[in-house]
């Protein structure tokens, strides 16, 4: 049995030092100032052509901050060019449209450039500059669609039409009577996917949209809807325009000046080269002449980036574990004291408890993905604090493990029968001699199916973390869905590494249960003088 809790030790030990490596090796804290030698360009680099994620430098991509990948398209151009105005070096700060303003707002970012535009309810948080792109309205629809040939608003009586989540393109939606009006989707990719599968009929956005969709499928049509009678919009939702922090006038009156310098024939040439450059779907060739198969495709050209973002996946889910363990460790013993006999002791007791009970709720009642936000983004606006992205996530789901953890181990020490509490005080223990020789070593073992519980959620579970764009698993693989624009086959490839993840942990620690357990063969009434049979 000691032999065994020595190998158990050993192991806890490798992963704790693991879990403190980790966090030494990341800059995790620091003043939220400004660099001035990088300008920090927020985008979703997911958008094509105005933004991109590839795997090169090719064609003047630039960096991604906290990724081995680069970013391009029209809008990392417009970037470059203030960058080179600014002498300053661009380096893009990859997330999802939701988190583009709080990236700004809190000081990750010194710019937005992803296409957004300047309305009135965005005007509230964030300045924004002159327009550096315009464009029309259309829905977008296959060409065998019997909307496709729409010429007035009611045409579309009867169409299932959304758009993207966040934009006031969703609202547009309302001015065209009798559709059918479906959730707002979070990117394009997923509505082009959408659109291609079926379930809806097509999505508003859009002229530059339209025009990147075709190149990579010729069955889809855009349909006019500017010229409509009745359409309106105003001339702030037909531009697009770069956003710049309040706090910062200086780089808005910069920017401003910038884009004055470029010409409308430079701009459209910036775009005609965004829309040829940007990444194309045609399966490579193989030796003999026949297109590779998809998955070896995907594998020669992402597999680095899915490798990394296996690597990513497995360090959040792994130290977020052990560090979670460890907090629930302590919170579950703390909550387990006996009630002294002071009462000073006694009522400091139950305030700690209080707040160790405050933590459980909170961080067990929240998403983790609004806990991610409020933690990345919040600390970082109301504290000026710049915590790095890939120390933030380890953080937040080491914490909210730990509040999960908690009350597991706190069960399995309140399920240890009430005897070994009471022989273990007729032997002269003391409580923390009891809880450490008798009752934790039974209360881990006993918790253990639950801890591996936790470390597989953990590993499906930091996909909600693409909010402050750290690029694990699901990530990734949004990414390479959205630049290859094969859906299904790109998120079954996912979905089968996820599971060889989450097998391969069940079992090794299926094998850490069986060597707790011991040999199960042996006999309960032998004792040290039972060892033969007496000579007759």
């Known amino acids: 049995m000691k032999s065994r809790y020595k190998w158990l030790t050993a192991i806890f030990a490798v992963l704790i030092g693991f879990t403190i490596s980790a966090f030494f090796n990341i800059p995790s804290v620091q003043a939220a100032k400004k660099d001035d030698g990088v300008l920090k360009v927020a985008m979703e680099a997911n958008y094509s052509p105005n933004n991109w994620t590839q ?7 630039v960096p991604i901050d906290g990724s081995h990948t680069y970013a391009n398209g029209y809008d990392v151009k417009i970037a470059k060019i203030i960058g080179k105005k600014l002498h300053r070096k661009v380096v893009v700060l990859k997330t999802e449209w939701d988190g583009l303003l709080p990236s700004l707002t809190s000081g990750k970012a010194d710019l937005i450039i992803a296409g957004m535009s300047p309305t009135p309810e965005r005007a509230k948080a964030i300045n924004f500059t002159n327009a550096y792109w315009s464009g029309i309205f259309v829905v977008i629809t296959k060409k065998t669609s019997r909307f496709a ?3 007035k608003l009611t045409d579309f009586k009867g169409a299932k039409l959304t758009s993207q989540q966040g934009t006031f393109h969703y609202k547009l939606i309302n001015q065209l009577p009798g559709v059918k009006k479906e959730p ?5 990719s997923a509505m082009r996917q959408s659109l291609v599968s079926g379930t809806i009929d097509g999505y508003i956005a859009d002229s530059t949209e339209a025009i990147s969709f075709k190149m990579v499928d010729p069955d889809i049509t855009a349909v006019k809807l500017n010229p409509m009678h009745g359409f309106h919009v105003t001339k702030e939702q037909m531009v697009s325009s770069i956003g710049v922090a309040k706090s910062n006038p ?4 910069d920017v401003n000046q910038i884009l004055a310098g470029i010409p409308t024939k430079k701009r459209q040439e910036l775009m005609t080269a965004a829309i040829k450059e940007q990444p194309k779907t045609t399966s490579k060739k193989g030796k003999n002449g026949k297109p590779e198969p998809w998955l070896i495709s995907m594998l020669k050209q992402y597999g680095g980036m899915i490798m990394s973002g296996i690597g990513m996946t497995l360090l959040l889910a792994a130290v977020g574990t052990v560090a979670g363990f460890l907090i629930g460790l302590v919170v579950g013993i703390v909550r387990t004291i006996p009630e002294p006999t002071t009462r000073g002791k006694r009522w400091g007791l139950k305030f700690i408890n209080w707040l160790l009970s405050v933590y459980i709720e909170v961080f067990r009642g929240t998403p983790m993905m609004v806990q991610a936000a409020v933690i990345y983004y919040g600390i970082a606006q109301f504290w000026h604090l710049n915590i790095d992205r890939t120390a933030a996530a380890l953080i937040i789901v080491s914490i909210n493990t730990g509040a999960y953890l ?3 181990i706190r069960g399995g020490i309140i399920s240890t029968p009430d005897g070994q509490f009471e022989a273990a005080s007729a032997l ?12 934790l070593p039974q209360a881990i073992r006993n918790c253990l199916p639950s801890i591996t519980n936790e470390f597989i959620v953990n590993i499906k579970d930091t996909s909600v973390l693409s909010i402050i764009s750290v690029s694990e698993l699901f990530f990734v693989g949004s990414t390479i869905a959205s630049q290859s624009f094969k859906f299904f086959p790109t998120y079954l490839t996912i979905s089968a590494i996820y599971l060889i993840l989450t097998f391969t942990i069940t079992r090794i620690f299926n094998l850490i249960e069986k060597h707790l357990d011991g040999s199960q063969n042996y006999n309960l009434m032998a004792n040290q003088i039972q060892v033969g049979t007496q000579d007759k």
């Open 406 to 408: 908690a009350e597991i």
């Open 149 to 151: 040939n729409a010429k």
């Open 184 to 188: 707002a989707m979070s990117d394009f």
């Open 250 to 253: 200086k780089l808005l009156k």
């Open 428 to 439: 002269g223990m003391t409580h923390s001699q009891r809880m450490w020789h008798i009752i």
């Open 55 to 61: 795997t090169t430098s090719a064609n003047g991509a």
